[in-house]
């Protein structure tokens, strides 16, 4: 079975989260930001599914990163993941696993006092994706916005 570019762009981006954040302090002493929450899947073969997600954010991407990663993209899908995978601003755990390192996470202001998340990630391809060939494994970069109100601790920028 082939997954279509539409279906694997529903598995990537159609996942809704639902959090709560707690504050943490990191193996440095610094204030951390823990969401957890659920993953639900809209489609594909995860529809209806869900499991527990954590994003841990140890230290919000800078300015000057995030300005490194619009420049880069320029240059393609290959140089943005070359860029990404030496940078380390967090984790991404969904389910019981380890996960895998949130390479970027990009801090801005929404509503009304509330906060948006914008996590790039090395996404894991799997041996069904490698082996067969589907189209997904055209998309090794994974990508999740979160919006949180303004509970939320302020996060450094």
Known sequence: MRIGKRSALLIVCGLIAVGWPSAAYNQEGRSSLRVNGTVVGIGGRLAGRSAPFSLIVNSPSSVAQVRELTEVLASG???????????????????TGVGVPANAIIVEPWGEGGTKLTVFYQRNLSFYELRYGTRSQDYPIGYAEMFLDRTVTALER
């Not at 899908?77 to 389910?95: E, F, P, T, Y």
Request: aromatic share 0%.
């Open 77 to 95: 899908q290959d140089a943005l993941l070359n860029a990404l995978s030496k940078m380390d601003a967090g984790r991404v755990q969904i389910g």
